[in-house]
C-alpha cells in the first residue's frame, strides 16, 4: 500500500520502515510492542509522521529552506558520537554503513524542518528562572519519585565446620566498628564478607 501526498508517492517500503523504526523507539518504552500485535496501530503512526514530513520538506521547498551539506555532516557525526561511536550507532538505530546515506538524508530533513519551523515560529523562547520555579512547583508531582531503600548485609557462612557463635562474635565486632568507630560498611564487607568485591 502506497500514499500519495501532493504528488509525492511514499512507498509501502518506506511505510514499513518507518513503522519498524517507531516500534524500536517504543520497545523501550513502558508498552512495548510485541511482534506484530500492533502493526496497525504503528503503521497509523508512520502514515502520519511521513505525511507531516513530507508536507513540511514542500512547504520547506517552497519557501526556499536549505541546509548546507558541513552542517547536516556534524549533526550526523554528532549522533554517532553521542551513541558511543561507529559500532554502537549501528547497534543503536538498527542501521548498518550501507545504509548511512539514507539516515544522513533524513538528518538533513530534520534539520531542514527545524530551521522551517523556527522561521514560521521564531526562535524558542528561553524560559527566565522564575517561570520555570512557577512551572515546577505547578507540576511538582511529576518529578516525585517514590521512596527507595538500599539493603545491604556481610555475607558470612557457617558452612563447612565454622563455629555460628565464633561467626557471630565476628558480625557483632564488625556491627560495633560501624557504629561506634565510623568504619565504612562497603570496606568492611570487602574484607570479612564471604563474597568480597560487592560492597555488600
Not at 128 to 142: F, G, M, P
Request: hydrophobic share 30%; proline share 4%.
Amino acid at each position: 500500500m502506497a500514499l500519495r501526498i501532493n504528488g509525492q508517492t511514499v512507498t509501502h517500503d518506506e511505510l514499513y520502515r518507518e513503522m519498524e523504526q517507531l516500534k524500536n523507539a517504543a520497545r523501550g518504552g513502558d508498552n512495548p510492542p510485541n511482534c506484530c500485535e500492533r502493526d496497525e496501530e504503528f503503521m497509523g503512526y508512520a502514515k502520519e509522521n511521513l505525511t507531516a514530513r513530507i508536507l513540511l520538506t514542500q512547504e520547506a521547498e517552497a519557501r526556499g529552506v536549505n541546509i548546507d551539506e558541513a552542517a547536516i555532516t556534524e549533526a550526523f557525526e554528532k549522533i554517532k558520537q553521542e551513541a558511543g561511536g561507529d559500532e554502537h550507532f549501528y547497534i543503536n538505530y538498527n542501521t548498518s554503513q550501507e545504509e548511512e546515506p539514507a539516515f544522513k538524508a533524513s538528518v538533513g530533513i530534520n534539520l531542514r524542518l527545524q530551521k522551517l519551523i523556527e522561521e514560521v515560529l521564531g526562535p524558542k523562547p528561553t524560559p527566565t528562572d522564575e517561570e520555570l520555579e512557577a512551572y515546577y512547583q505547578k507540576h511538582i508531582d511529576r518529578y516525585m519519585t517514590p521512596r527507595q531503600l538500599r539493603v545491604s548485609h556481610i555475607l558470612k557462612s557457617v558452612d563447612h565446620g565454622k563455629n555460628p557463635r565464633e561467626v557471630y562474635a565476628d558480625l557483632l565486632e564488625l556491627r560495633d566498628q560501624l557504629r561506634t568507630g565510623g568504619a565504612e560498611f562497603a570496606a568492611l564487607s570487602d574484607a570479612h564478607s564471604d563474597r568480597p568485591g560487592d560492597g555488600g
